[in-house]
């Protein structure tokens, strides 16, 4: 078989070299920060560097390779590579419900379930790479995109923000950002394949409504005369849904998540030394802006930070977008009767090691019950305190009370999140904490105002018991509720009553499902097993 030198040359272009920093290969190591489970596929991946901290005695993660538990999972990878078999992926995903009616056997129904919310997700993005802008010189600029110009990632890309000086309107979800020849790069451009992806132009589906306007450049951006500012650091632009709703900001994130799993070809890819431009002239601001410094140490830049000049892009991710088609996790299709996304816990395992939340450990065996309480006009539990007393009567329950408002620290929320067994709560965005819930946990969405699937397929993805009211016998809305922008009634407009002892017998459900359940039985032993420790270290002290 003949390889032309072209093709060579952009191989290389879109492979170890994309992100290519010289942090990676020093002596320190922190750029790497994962959980301890995600260490042995992090290495796996990258064979060399673990050789490298293993010879070298200054590499903080030497004594995690050395451990017993590390090589036993060394075979282990995400489930995207090339060489990833089945039975080493990280993910493992269970339907336990039928197939029947959906596909034709049990093999596809779990296949079609790693495809649409797994890491089969990513795994099929990378497949459809194809170059849009082929490099001729590894100096020459280069660009490649999935299907539909989901993701893309390229090298020495420009882009001309000098209309945006005179733009007074606010630019969110616009699709007129940049005209013709303002994005483009000194590389062959295959016009005919890249219109041939413009299938999807909205403006949180795709890169098409940017892309489309693609030319290919005199001379290479190397040569001087076309940049006012260079981007040295890698960059992520972003198109973010809603900040305000943690529903939709994450969306945002998870996409982020995957996009970094996407461009995985160098050590660095999940460093926090890279560039975060939103694609809008808002000032970024969100209660959740806390889960932006799991990606990025810098501060987030927005088209102001660049308008009126010309800004030139050494490596730039246009990552997957929150509203795709068939995307992740908002309009995912997911298929029935399947659940536990090896793609969700991983994502969750990242946020919370990044951010440093703990998981305290208990031997008690109560249960760790957080009932979401809601400040609003709408979905307020109306006899909310005489539910609350019910379950406080048993002894086996902690009950805590919370407010996630705006007011509160996100990082408490998660803290208080992760450290939940049962979490309480009524249709609406915080119900996406469930994202951070151990994996013995179940949700109980008291009840979904008519919106049956939004969180009972989180939840699923995510591998968590998912529970809501049954008998609507026992359920006292306020009124029919009613849109407040016009229209019939409307289920999430109005607020609830609930028959206390249903309440408790659901909460029992839910308890039993967390007690019975063998990561909770795991947990409590290394919890006994770790207050035994510390208190035999206790005592030698007290005796030296």
């Given amino acids: ?154 090298r020495n890309i420009m882009m001309n923000f000098t209309d945006l000086a005179t733009r007074n309107e606010p630019l969110r979800y616009k699709m007129d950002v940049l005209s013709q020849g303002q994005i483009g790069g000194h590389c062959k451009l295959h016009r005919e394949r890249l219109e041939n992806e413009l299938d999807h132009i909205s403006p949180l589906q795709s890169w098409g409504p940017e ?117 992740l996790y908002y309009n995912t299709p997911i298929i029935s009767g399947c659940e536990n996304s090896g793609l969700f816990q991983a994502f969750s395992e990242h946020v919370l090691h990044r951010l440093r939340i703990p998981l305290k450990s208990h031997t008690d065996r109560k249960l760790r019950i957080t009932f979401l309480s809601r400040d609003t006009k709408f979905r307020r539990v ?31 929320q998660l803290r208080i999140t992760r450290n939940t067994d049962i979490f309480i709560g009524m249709h609406g965005a915080g119900l996406t904490h469930l994202l951070f819930l151990p994996k013995w946990a179940a949700l109980f969405e008291l009840y979904h105002c008519e919106d049956t699937n939004c969180y009972k397929d989180l939840a699923r993805l995510k591998g968590v018991r998912y529970l809501t009211w049954e008998n609507d016998t026992l359920l006292y809305p306020e009124d029919e509720g009613h849109h407040p922008d016009g229209g019939g009634r409307h289920a999430k407009f109005t607020n609830y009553a609930f028959d206390k002892k249903e309440f408790a017998r659901l909460v029992a459900v839910a308890a039993e499902h967390v007690w019975n359940h063998a990561d909770y039985e795991q947990f409590v032993e290394r919890s006994r097993r770790k207050k035994e420790k510390q208190q035999q270290q206790k005592e030698v002290k007290e005796e030296l």
């Fill in 382 to 412: 109306l006899n909310e305190h005489d539910l609350l007393e019910e379950i406080s009567e048993d002894e086996r329950y902690l009950v805590n009370r919370v407010s996630y408002s705006y007011k509160m620290d996100f990082r408490e």
């Fill in 211 to 327: 892309l489309r306007f693609f030319e290919t450049l005199p001379q290479p951006l190397t040569e001087g005369g076309h940049c006012d500012v260079t981007i040295e650091r890698p960059a992520f632009i972003m198109k973010i849904d809603a900040t305000i709703n943690m529903y939709h900001h994450f969306c945002d994130f998870i996409n982020l998540y995957m996009s970094q799993h996407a461009n995985l070809s160098d050590p660095d890819g999940f460093s926090t030394d890279v560039e975060m431009l939103v694609w809008e002239s808002y000032t970024y601001s969100s209660p959740f802006a806390e889960a932006f410094k799991v990606f990025t140490r810098h501060p987030i830049a927005d088209l102001k930070t660049y308008a009126g000049q010309v800004v030139c892009f050494k490596n730039l991710v246009l990552p997957l977008l929150p509203r795709m088609i068939f995307g």
């Fill in 1 to 154: 078989m003949v390889v032309s030198r072209v093709f060579l040359i952009a191989l290389a272009t879109f492979g170890t070299t994309l992100c290519d920093n010289p942090r990676a290969f020093e002596s320190d190591y922190h750029f790497i920060d994962l959980p301890k489970s995600h260490l042995p596929l992090y290495f796996r991946r990258f064979p060399k560097l673990e050789a490298k901290c293993q010879a070298d005695p200054g590499c903080e993660y030497r004594d995690a390779i050395s451990t017993d538990t590390f090589q036993s999972r060394k075979e282990l990878c995400w489930g995207y590579e090339d060489n990833c078999v089945e039975s080493s992926r990280f993910s493992r995903p269970r339907c336990p419900g039928s197939h029947k009616g959906y596909v034709k056997s049990k093999e596809t129904q779990l296949e079609t379930f790693y495809a649409q919310g797994d890491f089969g997700f990513v795994r099929d993005q990378v497949r459809e790479m194809r170059i849009m802008c082929e490099p001729t010189f590894p100096h020459d600029s280069a660009l490649e995109c999935s299907k539909y110009l989901r993701f893309c990632r390229g």
